[in-house]
DNA sequence: TCAAAAGTCTACTAGTTCCATAGACTTTAT
DNA sequence: ATAAAGTCTATGGAACTAGTAGACTTTTGA
């Protein structure tokens, strides 16, 4: 049940791009090089991931001097499930339960299958979180924990 | 978010084996051939994936004329997180909220990270599901379903 | 106008994993 | 003794993963 590095890199730098975010000011336009350093992701690799994204239509970016990539809607309304999709593919952990790319099988009985049953539970509690926990509410949840360490360490 | 075809296999297997069983009988023995012909498994694959269970300790065999496997402990005992993570390893999506192999996923600030938290919940929503369901409690389930087709097929 | 700074795009590759298949071997019942 | 079953190890092709390389385009601003 494994998140690919690619999808952890790409979910990683939305969630810093969206944190980075600062009310009544535009959005920021964070260079590939600085996410990369930042989050400490190969800047090469992390590049193809961002464009992948940005192709998807979930960022946008500016070329040239003083370019880079910012979020293409706000951060309430883009999900992990979201993102995650886009990077690496049906959520579902085996296709006879997935919505977005739903394949038989091959079990003898669709219907009766006792794996499908549970696996579709899974699928369903995988998606519940995924689809309804948007960028802002990771960056204020980290907010969150923040200080409560910082509360806790005095 | 992929089950392998290896754990869809093992799974389908234990379920199987976990449904032939007859109250007040002694378990069934089932061989290699006949599960794989029922739930249309190559039979060399599945000789390798019920070695594995077996070595875990899961499966019990018989070997010679009238051998072949059977579940080493009821039904109710061993659960659907087991199974997997013998065939597919650790359920957790990512490294960092493994409780069963645990590593540091190289982010900059483990406590704070964003995506480790919602991680964190989706790794226990899995394990939820699949340590808290049996191949008895899956055979129930199937059962269950079969009679509501039946009563509402008349 | 031109150079530097940034993103864009495509190709490549080493390594790994997945899904098997093959075949020789061991154990057991009759 | 033989046939039926599981045991074990090796091999192979295909796909995927994580990354590297490099040539190209767009934009800014000196």
Redesign the pocket.
Same mark, same amino acid.
């Given at each position: 049940m494994?998140l690919? #590095?690619?999808?952890?890199?790409g979910l990683r730098a939305m969630i810093m791009l969206a944190g980075s975010a600062r009310e009544n000011e535009p959005l920021p336009?964070?260079?590939? #090089?600085?996410?990369s350093q930042r989050e400490q992701?190969?800047? =090469?690799?992390l590049?193809?991931i961002?464009?992948t994204l =940005?192709?998807a239509g979930m960022?946008h970016? =500016?070329?040239?001097?003083? +370019? +880079?990539?910012y979020l293409a809607r706000p951060a309430s309304e883009i999900t992990l499930g979201q993102i995650f999709r886009v990077l690496?593919?049906p959520v579902a952990p085996i296709k006879c339960v997935s919505q977005m790319a739903y394949e038989p099988c091959g079990c003898p009985d669709e219907q009766t299958c006792g794996l499908r049953l549970v696996m579709g539970d899974v699928r369903n509690a995988i998606v519940d979180i995924l689809d309804h926990t948007s960028l802002e509410d990771v960056a204020k949840r980290r907010e969150a924990v923040q200080q409560s360490l910082g509360l806790t360490s005095q």
């Open positions: 494994r690919s #590095k690619r999808g952890e890199y336009v964070v260079q590939i #090089k600085e996410i992701i190969s800047s =090469k690799f590049e193809q961002l464009l =940005k192709n960022l970016s =500016k070329m040239g001097v003083g +370019g +880079g990539y690496d593919g």
